[in-house]
């Protein structure tokens, strides 16, 4: 779920354990870019959407204000699971393994191993 909290969090609430976003601050130099593939639950509807990006805090702050067509109308939203990755192409790989398994034994195996890690 995304924070109230602005001056304590930046205004997004990660809401996994030792997680903070990659390249938070950084230039755009895509030598040195880390790309993130994540997992948002809707707390309207219980369902996921699974997305990749190189700037994971914009990105974010874009599905909190509405701006993503696919998640407007599925808010308030929760992050769930992230994977880091140093190259686009792997993080993009990822991503449609991830949809590919969605709602599946596969996915849930993924997301709840990932939930007991944070207890």
């Known amino acids: 779920m995304f924070c109230q909290h602005s001056a304590k ?6 809401h996994i354990a030792g997680w903070s976003p990659a390249g938070a601050g950084r230039s755009r130099d895509r030598a040195h870019m880390i790309y993130n593939i994540y997992v948002l639950k809707s707390l309207k509807d219980l ?16 599905h909190k204000e509405g701006l993503v067509r696919s998640t407007k109308n599925r808010r308030p939203l929760k ?6 990755f140093k190259t686009r192409s792997e993080a993009i790989k990822r991503e449609k393994f991830l ?9 849930k195996r993924i997301i709840n191993n990932h939930r007991g890690m944070e207890q």
Not at 79 to 84: F, I, S
Not at 99 to 107: I, L, T, Y
């Open 9 to 14: 969090c930046g205004s997004l609430n990660y």
């Open 47 to 62: 369902r996921f959407y699974i997305g990749s990006t190189g700037d994971i805090k914009s990105r974010l702050k874009s």
């Open 79 to 84: 992050l769930v699971y992230t994977e880091t």
């Open 99 to 107: 949809k590919r398994q969605k709602g599946g034994d596969v996915f």
